[in-house]
Each structure stands twice: as structure tokens, then as C-alpha cells.
């Protein structure tokens, strides 16, 4: 597999709401991509943000009666400090507002209307606030909004257009060429159903009189841009768009992540915009499934959000995140459920990993007084097990197979703790068979030590903890993937040191 740069993006959140299980999980997801292409050496750009302009955000702050500025500034904070404690390894956190970025929408604006692309008219259409977007007769559901089920609002004005329809035939055609445009699949067909009807123009924006909170089109102040057109511009502005040297390195290898809500918006205006402005599309978009809690749709009014500060104050977050990547198949929605939460950080955490981390550094301790002793003749199954891990995880990676990655490397988390059983070194110590044990042992803590590797993406702190008590340096990403992953890495002579358990077992924590 090539080295080449990686660009990773998460949709801008709307700042109407705060961070939920929903926006953690896509930043989870793009966070640990980051994480395994800058181990493998690549040279990686992840990208989250907020988008802060439009109708919605706008009613938002007048609700709680406060100047939309202040009230944008307020949640956009929220955002970033969360996503700080977190611990997301993202390069930048973008906002709509950001100065650079008002900037670059209106070099875009001004672009496309001298190319001819952009031209006035009137249009009256049915609009969801929800959504931010018009729907057509066809979307459409007994007069509602099909994502929000609220009643819609006629609009009509007088408005510039985007000349979306010229570049259907262009954007069908690049979707054949390129299956890989949009994964995984259902979502394609999705897209592909959308371009089997006439596009039509996208109108892009909004009177100033009615909606004072965007950016105004250059080529006229009495306008204000539409929010998404605004929005989507954020993954170009980020890399310096159009002359930065971040530009050229990382455009051609753009991934977008996003969920099946937004997927209109990302697969059909987006590339349309790129194609009129002469940017060359992103690479790809996939797109994932939608979370709901105890099988209802997450709401506020609803009480049933998920807040991700919470879940890490409760069971800590990486095992919150470790959860979401194993619970959630790409592509299809999950229900979220707390109970399911503890049953996982108990089996797979406390139990299968946790267990196999104290017991082999428990047994170093009692048998080698914690020191590593390198010996070889009993790496056979873990050496096996590892090699075929360290293949498989960059394909899967590629493929945003998240939860088959981590089913995958617990391959050597359940291999791990068979040796022990089979093994078992109480009995070789007993016996005085103190080669074979030291034999035994290595291989345990040196498959410890690629846990520690491979699980990195997955749970960096934890991985980090690991690494101390194997007596290792944290991570390097400069040595490389291969050279990481290679057996025989553990020296002689180390010392490790047992400690605390990485994940306590977690009783009665539903008893609150
Ligand atoms: N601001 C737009 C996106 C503009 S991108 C150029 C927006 N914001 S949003 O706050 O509504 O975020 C939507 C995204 O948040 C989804 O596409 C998904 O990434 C994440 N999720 C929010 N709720 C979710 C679930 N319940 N389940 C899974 N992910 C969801 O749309």
C-alpha cells in the first residue's frame, strides 16, 4: 500500500446543538484513520469544525436571546474544548466565521458568477430549517420533511442560482467511472436514484433583509450566501485553498465522512461546486449509518441524549469510544444502549484484554522478577497470528471496516489468553522448566507490545499506559508500521511493571 498524503474530514457540526454520541462518533471514526495513516507514515490532515451560519443558528440564538455572534462563540467553544478533553488529534478546528475562510467562500462565489455559472432568478420552493435545503415534490412525505417530519415552509423570492443541472451528466458519468466515489454501496444507489431525475439549480442565496447571518456575495451585498454552499467550502479552505502548498499535497486524497442525513448535500452539491470551480472532485465520501439510543431517535426533548463528557466521566472515554467502533457496522445504523455498554466494557475490556494484560505481567513479575527475558522456540501461533493482523489492518483501514479490524487484532487478544491456558506457566515454574517459561512469556509480552501497536487508533491512551508498563517509549510513528509490527521488537532485559488494571470491572454503574 502507498504511502500517499491522507485528508480526513467530519461534516462541520451546526452549533444548535451540543456535542452528542452522534457528532463524537464520526469525529471518533476520522480521529482513529488519522491515527492509523500517521502510524503507517503517511503524511495525514484530519479536519472537524463547526458550521455557525443560516436560519437555524440564527433562530437558535434568539431563543436563548443573545446576539448570534456571542451565541455561535459560546457553543463553537463548547465544541473545541470537548473535543479537546476528548482527545482528538485533529490538525484544525475549523469555523464558518473564521476570517480565512469568509475569504475563500467569497473567492469561490466570485469565480463561479464570472464563469457564468451563477445567475438570478426567482424560485419558490418548499424549505426544511431542519435541513437547511429545498426538497422536491419527489422527497417529499405527506407534505413533510422525511428526516424531520415537520411541516415545510413555502419560500419564494427572488434568489441567485447555482447552475447545478449543467454538470449532471458529468457527475453521473464520474459516479460509473468511479464506484469507489461513494461507499459503501446503498449509499451510492441512493445518489444514483437522486441523478436518475432532472437536478435542477441549487439556489444559493438567502435576501439579507430575511437572513443577515452569512456571508455576503461579493458581487452583491443585498445577498447572503446559502449555508451550505458556505459550509461545504470548509474542506477547501482548511488546506489553503486555492494556492496553499496544503492544497496540492492533500486534496487528491480527500476523504469526507459523514452520516446518511447529510449525504444529498456531500454527494450531488458538492461535487457540482467543485467541478464548476475547477477544483477536481475529493476522493471519496462514505458515509455511515445513524445512532440512535434505546431505539429511539436521539432528542432533546426526549431526554435521551448522549453526552460524550458524561460517558467519559462515567466509564472513562476510551472505553466509550471503544464501543462505538465495535458496536456500529459501517453503513448501518446501531442502537445505543448503556447496559450494552457495560456488558462490552466488561467482556472485552475488563475481561478478555484487561485480564491478559495483568495476568502476563503478574506472571512476569512472580516468575522473572518483572524483567523481560528474550527467549525464542514458543512464538509459533502469536507470531502467526500477529503477521496475519498486521496484513489485514491496513486493508481494513482502507475499507473503513472499523469493527472488522477490531474483531480482527482481538484475534491476538483471544489467541493470546489460549497460550496462557495451554501453556500454562504456573506449571512450567512449578516444574523448573525455566526456559520454556521464559519462552512462553516472551511471546506474551511481546504480543502485548503489538497490542499496543495495533490498538493505538483504537484507544491511544490506552495503548500509551500499555506501553509504560511494558517499559516502552511511546509510540513512534517516525519508525514505521513495518518496523513496528515486526516480531522480536521486546529487548532483554527490560523491566515492566504490572500496576493498576487498564479497565476496572465496572459493578453497578447503572445504579446511579
Ligand atoms: N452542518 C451540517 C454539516 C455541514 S458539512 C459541510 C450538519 N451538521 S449536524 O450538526 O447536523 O451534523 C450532522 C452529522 O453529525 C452527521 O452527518 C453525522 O456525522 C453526525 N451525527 C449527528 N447525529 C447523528 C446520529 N444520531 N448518528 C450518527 N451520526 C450523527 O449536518
Redesign the pocket.
Known amino acids: 500500500m502507498k504511502k500517499e498524503p491522507f485528508y480526513i474530514t ?5 452549533v444548535n ?1 451540543e456535542p ?4 463524537t ?2 469525529t471518533v471514526l476520522a480521529d482513529t484513520l488519522a491515527r492509523f495513516w500517521r502510524l503507517y507514515g503517511c503524511d495525514v490532515y484530519f479536519l472537524t469544525g463547526t ?1 455557525e451560519h443560516g436560519d437555524k443558528i440564527m433562530q437558535a440564538a434568539k431563543k436563548e436571546g443573545v446576539e448570534t455572534q456571542a451565541y455561535v462563540d459560546r457553543i463553537a467553544g463548547i465544541f473545541k474544548s470537548t473535543f479537546e478533553e476528548l482527545g482528538f488529534s485533529n490538525n484544525r478546528f475549523i469555523r464558518t466565521t473564521d476570517a480565512d475562510h469568509v475569504k475563500v467562500v467569497q473567492g469561490i462565489l466570485q469565480k463561479v458568477y464570472d464563469k457564468g455559472d451563477i445567475y438570478f432568478g426567482s424560485y419558490g420552493g418548499y424549505y426544511c430549517v431542519g435541513c437547511e435545503r429545498f426538497y422536491t415534490e419527489k422527497e417529499i412525505v405527506d407534505g413533510k420533511c422525511p428526516d424531520h417530519q415537520t411541516e415545510l415552509q413555502y419560500i419564494s423570492e427572488k434568489n441567485y442560482f447555482f447552475k447545478m443541472s449543467s454538470y449532471q451528466d458529468w457527475l453521473i458519468k464520474h459516479i460509473e467511472q468511479n464506484p469507489s466515489f461513494v461507499e459503501p454501496e446503498a449509499h451510492r444507489n441512493k445518489v444514483a436514484s437522486f441523478l436518475s431525475e432532472p437536478l435542477g439549480d441549487l439556489c444559493i442565496s438567502r435576501p439579507k433583509e430575511r437572513l443577515p447571518w452569512g456571508i455576503p456575495l461579493p458581487f452583491d451585498s443585498n445577498y447572503v450566501t446559502y449555508v451550505w454552499f458556505d ?2 467550502i ?1 474542506y477547501l479552505t482548511a488546506i489553503g485553498y486555492p494556492n496553499g502548498p496544503n492544497f496540492r499535497k492533500y486534496w487528491d486524497n480527500c476523504y469526507h465522512l ?2 446518511k ?2 449525504l444529498i448535500p456531500h454527494a450531488i452539491y458538492w461535487p457540482t461546486m467543485l467541478k464548476a470551480m475547477g477544483a477536481g472532485p475529493y476522493k471519496g465520501l462514505r458515509v ?1 449509518g ?3 439510543v434505546d431505539e429511539t431517535k ?1 432528542s432533546k426533548s426526549l431526554g435521551n441524549v448522549v453526552r460524550p463528557l458524561d460517558m467519559k466521566a462515567k466509564y472513562g472515554f476510551e472505553s466509550f469510544r471503544y464501543f462505538l467502533l465495535r458496536e456500529m457496522s459501517f453503513g448501518l445504523d446501531s442502537s445505543f444502549n448503556e447496559e450494552l455498554l457495560v456488558e462490552r466494557i466488561n467482556s472485552d475490556l475488563a475481561n478478555d484484554f484487561g485480564n491478559l494484560v495483568s495476568r502476563v505481567l503478574g506472571m512476569t513479575e512472580q516468575y522473572q522478577d518483572g524483567i523481560v527475558h528474550k527467549v525464542e522456540g514458543e512464538e509459533g501461533r502469536l507470531q502467526a497470528i500477529s503477521q496475519d493482523i498486521s496484513e489485514e489492518l491496513p486493508k481494513l483501514m482502507e475499507a473503513f471496516r472499523f469493527r472488522k479490524a477490531i474483531l480482527k487484532i482481538w484475534e491476538l487478544v483471544t489467541g493470546s489468553n489460549a497460550f496462557v491456558e495451554e501453556s500454562a506457566p504456573w506449571v512450567l515454574n512449578k516444574e523448573g522448566k525455566t526456559d520454556q517459561l521464559a519462552g512462553v512469556l516472551y511471546s506474551l509480552l511481546e504480543s502485548l507490545r503489538l497490542l499496543s501497536v495495533f490498538l493505538t487508533p483504537f484507544m491511544p491512551e490506552t495503548c500509551a499506559k500499555l506501553r509504560t508498563k511494558l517499559g516502552l517509549q511511546a509510540l513512534d510513528n517516525a519508525v514505521g508500521y513495518n518496523e513496528l509490527v515486526k516480531w522480536g521488537r521486546l529487548k532483554d532485559g527490560v523491566k515492566i511493571e504490572k500496576g493498576a488494571a487498564l479497565f476496572p470491572r465496572i459493578e453497578a454503574a447503572l445504579e446511579d
Do not use: E, F
Not at 452528542?20 to 457528532?23: A, E, K, S
Open positions: 467530519t461534516p462541520i457540526y451546526y446543538a452528542h454520541i452522534g457528532h462518533y464520526t458550521d459550509a461545504l470548509n459523514i452520516a442525513d447529510i455511515h445513524w445512532w440512535q436521539i
